[in-house]
């Protein structure tokens, strides 16, 4: 397959990429403009990409293209948190256009591609503490987490309208190698090294009460591949592996791992000021459907993470 990945190279993407091409798959990587010297030198394809500008995403999908995996968006919820209305603008309305045009090509090619959206379990918001489900309500608390609904409802609709086969990953919390200091578990890993390096006794944190379902990004990115070939159109799935783990746990963990046992103190300035409780999901649809399972467990992520900080 031919496979476009728009945002390839953030987190997720750079773990991607590879897999797609283990896979046998050819990948172009569609970028924003000058964002793609890196790739390039990889000998990987670049075409460039704007989401917000509908020109671009037109000329973006010119070639063969068998599949899109969209993961460019405003991934930070501190990001989108900081200006809604361009979370909006990207991961909504950007989304919207490049599955519209997506299923364009699709009539006038005769072709039936893929288009998998990466979302997020953040849209199922507050509810009881048990794993969501796909068939679960949905209430984000965020703008980012709204901002991917409104996403997943634009291409869910483009699939009915013209049967582009469209598949969404709702994926849970997930961390390794590369991932940078907005998200929580690289957060707390440096933290704790700078701590240990200077001795001291205490580390800032926010709320370590919250449960979360973690994975390392190798497993995220198994599902994604799985899902392209495997996926049924105008279906959600979860990515999640149906364990919560406290997040004061996962700090205690990396704090063996570093070996520095300092004490969290809980800083106003880290605190969301609405923080979900509990967030774990229900991977039984995923399963079912592609015969996907975790490989990684929670201590080895946990530890790549604290020594690509040493690093």
């Avoid at 599955?99 to 849209?123: H, I, M, W």
């Avoid at 001795?199 to 979360?212: I, M, Q, S, W, Y």
């Avoid at 959600?236 to 746990?249: E, F, I, K």
Wanted: net charge neutral.
């Amino acid at each position: 397959m031919n496979v476009l990945v728009t945002g390839a190279d953030g987190f997720v993407g750079s773990w991607l990429l590879p897999r797609l091409r283990e896979e046998g798959h050819a990948t172009i990587a569609a970028l924003r403009p000058g964002c793609g010297d890196r790739l390039e030198a990889q000998g990987i394809a670049v075409v460039p990409l704007e989401v917000t500008e509908g020109d671009s995403v037109a000329r973006a999908l010119e070639g063969d293209i068998d599949a899109v995996v969209h993961l460019a968006a405003v991934a930070s919820g501190a990001d989108a948190a900081k200006d809604p209305g361009y979370a909006w603008l990207v991961n909504a309305v950007g989304t919207a256009r490049l599955a519209e045009a997506l299923a364009r090509k699709r009539a006038q090619t005769g072709t039936d591609p893929v288009f998998l959206l990466v979302s997020t379990g953040e849209v199922y918001g507050h509810g009881p503490e048990t794993p969501r489900t796909e068939t679960d309500p949905t209430y984000p608390l965020s703008p980012y987490a709204a901002s991917k609904l409104g996403g997943e409802i634009a291409v869910l609709e483009v699939h009915r309208r013209t049967r582009l086969r469209v598949v969404v990953a709702r994926a849970f919390p997930h961390s390794g190698r590369g991932q940078d200091q907005r998200f929580v578990i690289p957060a707390l890993a440096r933290r704790l090294m700078l701590a240990k390096r200077v001795g001291a006794p205490a580390v800032e944190v926010g709320n370590l009460d919250v449960v979360r379902d973690f994975m390392h990004v190798s497993d995220v990115v198994d599902a994604y591949a799985r899902l392209l070939t495997r996926g049924e159109a105008g279906t959600v799935y979860n990515v999640a592996t149906g364990q919560g783990v406290r997040l004061s746990d996962a700090y205690r963990q990396l704090g063996e791992i570093i070996g520095h046992a300092a004490v969290p103190e809980v800083s106003s300035t880290l605190v969301r000021p609405v923080d979900l409780n509990y967030l774990v999901g229900d991977g039984a649809r995923l399963r079912r459907a592609t015969g996907w399972s975790p490989r990684v467990s929670l201590r080895a992520m946990l530890a790549e993470v604290a020594h690509a900080q040493a690093d």
